[in-house]
């Protein structure tokens, strides 16, 4: 069964940082690609950015430049370092992993930017 914690979110001003962890039970960080997603109230989740197994990133345009996807095989761990916060990035943060065709969620992280 995999498990997925994620941690560090919290209530920032805008143009602030945050660091995300996401904490797998097992090493599937190496095997399997690992996504961020986000989800604010009353719209749908919305795709953040992605890391490959081999370290390939991709971010969604409204976060390039802004976020930074990175793993840490050895600690079992997928970040997301957010900068120059914007009141638009309020959401809970979820990280996710696809394995066998199923979709493995955390509880996710609530980040909210606000003065």
């Known amino acids: 069964q995999v498990q997925l914690v994620e941690s560090g979110g919290g209530l920032v001003q805008p143009g602030g940082s945050l660091r995300l962890s996401c904490v797998a039970s097992g090493n599937i960080f190496s095997i399997y690609h690992s996504y961020w997603y986000r989800q604010a109230p009353g719209k749908q989740r919305e795709y953040v950015a992605t890391?490959?197994?081999?370290?390939?990133?991709h971010y969604a345009d409204s976060v390039k430049g802004r976020f930074t996807i990175s793993t840490d095989n050895a600690k079992k761990t997928v970040y997301l370092q957010m900068n120059s916060l914007k009141p638009e990035d309020t959401a809970v943060y979820s990280c996710t992993v696809i394995i066998g065709g199923r979709n493995y969620w955390g509880q996710g992280t609530q980040v909210t930017v606000s003065s």
């Open positions: 890391i490959t197994t081999n370290g390939g990133t």
